[in-house]
């Protein structure tokens, strides 16, 4: 079995500690019930969004540090030969696209 990536339950676990609260301390500073906590830490259910922002804010995190969502790198898409920005064209080659497009029987004549 390979790596696997940590569930929002372990994060929140994880920074709980990291900042030195207990289930009950945190429940208590978002309002709700001690059980709420461990269940999410059990992987038994997962907290709602305004708890996840709320959670992140008491941990003085990032909502992305607290769920684990990164932005994906950047790449490239890939474009075909024949395919050109608009901004890649000049106004008169632009202007005899859309006429070709516009007009196909016609242009060929």
Known sequence: ????????????????????MTQGEVAKALGIRNTSICNWENGVCAPASPTI???????SCSVRDLTGISSPPPFEVPRPPDYRLLSEYTDTELLDELIRRRFPQQMRQ
């Open 1 to 20: 079995m390979g790596w696997q990536p940590k569930t929002i339950g372990e994060r929140i676990k994880e920074m709980r500690k990291a900042c030195r």
């Open 53 to 59: 922002i709320a959670l992140a804010a008491l941990f």
